[in-house]
C-alpha cells in the first residue's frame, strides 16, 4: 500500500522538544520519495494550513520564519523516512502536521503544546 505515515506528536509542555517522523511505504513510492522533495505542513484549529519546512533530495532545507531556529528537517532514506525535530516548542505551535510527497499526503500528526 503506497502511503505516508506520520507519528511522534501528542501532548507537549512548553519548550519540549518531540520528533516528528513520517515514513513512506510502497515500493514505487518509495522510489520516488528519496529523490523528491519532502514537505512538513501544519494547520492549526481554525487556520490554513501552511508550509513549515521542505527538504530536498540533496538535503537542502528551507523553513518558515515562524520555526526557523527552532525546528529541523531530515532525512534518512535508508529507512524512507523525513524527521521534524521540534525544539523549543511554544502554544502556538499546536497544530496537526503533515507531510508530503508530490501529491501524496499523510493522515497528520496532533502536536499540542500546553502545560
Known sequence: QVQLVESG?????????PR??????????RSIFRIHDINWYRQAPGKQRELVATITATNSTTYTDDIKGRFTISRDNAKNTV???????KPEDTAV???????MWGQGTQVTVSS
Open 9 to 17: 506528536g501528542g501532548l507537549v509542555q512548553p519548550g519540549g522538544s
Open 20 to 29: 516528528l517522523s513520517c515514513t513512506a511505504s510502497g515500493s514505487i513510492f
Open 83 to 89: 524527521y521534524l525535530q521540534m525544539n523549543s516548542l
Open 97 to 103: 502536521y503533515f507531510c508530503n510527497c508530490l501529491r
